[in-house]
């Protein structure tokens, strides 16, 4: 059944109409959508691995030859170690900033339960979910490294300076600030070069901690130890205050795009010196890095949060932008289509009537009569 040109003007104007919503739902997804999706999800919940690989040196000092025996402190060599880290969101937490709390525990996997722990922190940071950078609040964040008579962790305030567990979304090829737990600075996290892991773009970020004495930062019993000189392992006579130091070589692959930290290594070294340039007894010295499962899940992270972001920025505006093009052409023809029908079926108005020209074929069938001229005569 043939539309009316009223129906055909009224569908028209229809389509023109969402067509042109369409579009301008198309230009404006990216402009003003994107920049709201584009934050650290609050339900982010995160486990990472780190163990040593089984050909770089690993050496772990052994807590209890310094307080017993009478020889020097010994020192385990070839130590399988394995660090946990689990990432939850906490209160406070809000459309623009997060916080962000991390339990990591390193261990010795050769020794069992207590005896293997050597060390577990408790760190919490509020950061802005979009640059991923602590919030202006004093004290942004907190750490526990130590437990009080109870066994019940302490938590020191702690001014947070800068990235730590996450980058920026949209990362740049640039040096950031980048937060250490253990010395509780910031020191410069440098853009190295682009690379790909599992098939995913990465940015490698690599990061030197200087030697630093760890009994300025921490007032903990085991950062400044007074034992006899013999007990150090020197050929001195009386007792020797030595402090303890660390140093680190960090490096990080970040998927630029979220943000998310793919691949990271750590080259630890604690050490106990009267000096930081002349180490003298090796706390623990060796090189962390991410597990394959890790590494794996981390990616699954990203591009599930990549997929999110394509979504507001590219497919929806691409879809809407097609078909309201498609429904404004539509809306167009067929209101021309209609305006040109109403003008071939216009009703001639009453009273009045359209001159006929006649032909030859139209007087072809008219009556005839043949005149006689003879009976005129």
């Known amino acids: 059944m043939a539309l009316s040109a009223g129906t055909r003007r009224t569908l028209a104007c229809l389509l023109v109409g969402i067509g042109a919503l369409l579009i301008v739902a198309a230009i404006l997804i990216p402009t003003f959508t994107v920049s709201k999706v584009a934050k650290t999800p609050l339900d982010l919940e995160i486990t990472t691995v780190g163990k040593n690989p089984a050909d770089v040196t690993s ?11 009478t ?25 623009n900033k997060m916080t962000i709390q991390n339990g990591q525990t390193l261990r010795r996997i050769d020794k069992q339960g207590d005896t293997g722990l ?24 907190s750490i526990a490294a130590n437990v009080d008579a109870k066994g019940n ?9 800068g990235l730590e567990y996450r980058f920026p979304i949209g990362t740049e090829k640039k040096t950031y600030p980048y937060f250490d737990s253990n010395t509780r600075k910031s020191y410069d996290m440098e853009f190295v070069e682009e690379t790909e892991i599992n098939n ?22 085991t950062n400044k130890l007074t034992l006899p ?43 106990y010196a009267r000096s930081a340039d002349k180490p003298e007894v090796t706390a623990l010295k060796s090189t962390l890095k991410f597990d394959e499962n890790t590494i794996d899940s981390q990616i699954k992270v990203a591009k599930d949060n990549i997929d999110k972001l394509s979504l507001y920025s590219r497919i929806l505006p691409i879809i809407f932008g097609i078909v309201g093009a498609i429904a ?3 809306g167009i023809v067929l209101g021309l289509l209609g305006e040109r029908g109403g003008r071939t079926g216009r009703a001639v108005p009453a009273g009045r009537h359209t001159p006929r020209t006649a032909t030859g074929d139209e007087y072809s069938d008219a009556p005839t009569q043949q005149i006689d001229f003879r009976e005129q005569r």
């Open 229 to 271: 000189a013999a007990k150090w392992g020197l050929d001195e006579e009386g007792d020797v205050t030595m402090s303890r130091f660390y140093a680190n070589t960090r490096e990080v692959w970040v998927e630029p795009q979220t943000g998310t930290i793919i691949d990271g290594s750590e080259a630890l070294n604690f050490f």
């Open 71 to 95: 020889g020097p402190a010994k020192v385990d060599t070839k130590v399988p170690l394995i660090s946990q880290r689990f990432l939850t969101v906490e209160d406070p937490s809000d459309k």
């Open 59 to 69: 050496e772990v000092l052994d807590a209890k030859s310094l307080t017993s025996g």
């Open 118 to 141: 050597l060390s577990a922190i408790v760190d919490r940071v509020t950061i802005d979910r979009k640059s991923g950078m602590p919030v202006d609040t004093d004290p942004n964040g």
């Open 200 to 221: 995913t773009k990465v940015y490698h970020f690599h990061q030197q901690v200087p030697a630093t004495d760890l009994s300025k930062v921490v007032n903990s019993p």
């Open 153 to 161: 962790s302490i938590a020191d305030p702690v001014q947070h300076t």
């Open 328 to 330: 404004l052409i539509a």
